[in-house]
Nanobody, 119 residues
Framework: QVQLVESGGGLVQAGGSLRLSCAAS?????AAWFRQAPGKERHFVAS??????YYADFVKGRFTISRDNAKNTVYLQMNSLKPEDTAVYYC?????????????????WGQGTQVTVSS
């Protein structure tokens, strides 16, 4: 069983930046970030698997997902943050080599980290 621990969330002003980290207790292949705003469903943000990265349209050009396989850690660099980016951000991982934007593809989840962007 792989455990995921997120960190790096917090309060930032609009236009600012944050970097989220997700440390895994073991090796995984596919990894992704999702987010969930209050009263809303969990949505895909970005994923990295099979040497490829994918982004939701609403974060393209602002967010970057990366991973350090030696440290079993995945990062999400978030720039030009907007108030609508406010949400709990969840790290997800899978043993599948290729994984995409669907929640069902991931079987390991972190506890989430709060990101709040003030206007």
């Amino acid at each position: 069983q792989v455990q995921l621990v997120e960190s790096g969330g917090g309060l930032v002003q609009a236009g600012g930046s944050l970097r989220l980290s997700c440390a895994a207790s073991g090796r995984t292949f596919g990894a992704a970030w999702f987010r969930q705003a209050p009263g809303k469903e969990r949505h895909f943000v970005a994923s990295a698997s099979g040497g490829n990265t994918y982004y939701a349209d609403f974060v393209k050009g602002r967010f970057t997902i990366s991973r350090d396989n030696a440290k079993n850690t995945v990062y999400l660099q978030m720039n030009s943050l907007k108030p609508e980016d406010t949400a709990v951000y969840y790290c997800a991982a899978t043993m599948k080599v290729e994984a995409g934007p669907f929640l069902r593809e991931y079987n390991y989840w972190g506890q989430g980290t709060q990101v709040t962007v003030s206007s």
